[in-house]
């Protein structure tokens, strides 16, 4: 999620860039950061709020940077395929078999 240590690398970098614009902000529903400005986590507010909501979230997007669980990974996947969104995987631990559900076009 963005408030974990590679998502608020992430922040930083995509906020910092001249060439990127940070559109959404992801964490796992119920989490204490939901709600509040992504770019707060790295001293850096951007009027993003952070949300559970991926469909709602990346919408408009040209791509998810997806550090998270495979099964979350697989999720935010799916999402982004019935959207037409892009998406840079940096997550690991998958098995094969998610692995395969990663890499399917269907």
Known sequence: GSSGRMGRAL????????DMRLGAALEQGGDAHLGKDAGELVGAPCGIAISSEVEKSVRGCDALIDFTRPEGTLAHVAACRKLGVGVVIGTTGFSA???????SRS
């Open 97 to 103: 078999e998610q692995r395969r559900r990663a890499k």
């Open 11 to 18: 922040l930083e970098a995509v906020l910092q860039s001249a």
